[in-house]
């Protein structure tokens, strides 16, 4: 593997693992009422979104007849992207 590559994969590990620290510290750091809110509604739609996907990925090996073959760690990442993007959206909205 090149440099420059094993440089990209280090600085996407770096931010995926920033924006999984986030969720974290976001989920369990006490707030007022509108940060409540905007926290579980960022989860709610989060939630949504990765069983959403999970379920279309069940029925598209269901019809192919192709085992399930679903990488835990991409999932985590793009819950985590989704949870982030969520949040923002939030935040914004309700003037976090």
Do not use: C
């Amino acid at each position: 593997m090149s440099v420059g590559a094993t440089i990209f994969l280090g600085a996407v590990l770096v931010v995926f693992t920033g924006l999984d620290m986030i969720m974290l510290v976001s989920l369990v750091k006490p707030g007022d009422e509108r940060n409540q809110i905007i926290v579980w509604k960022a989860g709610s739609f989060t939630l949504l979104a990765t069983i959403g996907a999970n379920i279309l990925d069940v029925i598209e090996n269901f019809v192919r007849a192709q085992p399930m073959a679903v990488n835990p760690f991409i999932q985590l990442e793009v819950a985590a992207i989704i949870y982030f993007a969520a949040l923002l959206y939030y935040k914004k909205r309700h003037g976090g």
